[in-house]
């Protein structure tokens, strides 16, 4: 089907972030951990040293716990926001895989505009910063932790996704993607020569 499709075209770029010659998922990955546990830590501190000095600690403990335990099920939860996404945009059921190194949501038989992939792609940053922002800011001291962690994730976590948004919108006008999960593929019409 998808061949059929993109018949008349030609691919021009093609990023597999899961190939070991170019090693970038292990890249993203690593600057995405280090990113968060940084941003959690001087968070945490932070919130600790502006907000509650005059309280225990103890069971702020228990809240970076919590925090923890979010971020340890928020790939699932990001990976579920693109398949929204992609049901939303196309009417069409993405696959969602969790692999080693790696969650990611694909559709190797859906053809995006360079819109929809924006929209698909982006989906996940945006609403859930719109989501976690707002409890950040005004939920109680105590339990800034909740949101705050899983927020970071979401920030750093994004990160590939962004690197692929660059790499379609730097794409030619008449271009369409093919995302495959961890590897994306644009192509243009033939004629476009």
């Known amino acids: ?88 945009s196309r009417w069409k059921r993405p696959f969602v895989k969790f692999g080693k190194f790696a969650a990611y949501c694909g559709s190797p038989d859906i053809i995006f505009g360079k819109g929809q992939y924006f929209f698909v792609a982006s989906f996940p940053f945006f609403f859930y910063c719109a989501l976690l922002i707002p409890l950040c800011v005004f939920l109680p001291a105590e339990f800034f932790v909740l949101p705050f962690m899983p927020l970071m994730y979401n920030v750093f976590g994004s990160v590939a996704d962004l690197f692929m948004i660059r790499l379609v919108l730097s794409s030619p006008k008449h271009a369409v993607v093919v995302d495959c999960g961890t590897d994306i593929v644009v192509y243009v019409p033939a004629s476009a020569n």
């Open 1 to 88: 089907m998808l061949m059929k499709a993109v018949y008349d075209y030609k691919a021009i770029k093609r990023l597999d972030l899961s190939d070991p010659k170019f090693r970038m998922l292990n890249k993203l990955n690593l600057f995405a951990f280090i990113s968060i546990s940084v941003s959690c830590v001087v968070g945490i501190v932070l919130n600790y040293c502006l907000r509650m000095l005059s309280q225990a600690g103890g069971i702020y403990f228990v809240y970076i716990l919590c925090g923890v335990a979010l971020c340890l099920i928020y790939p699932y939860v990001h990976e579920f926001a693109h398949a929204f996404a992609i049901i939303v």
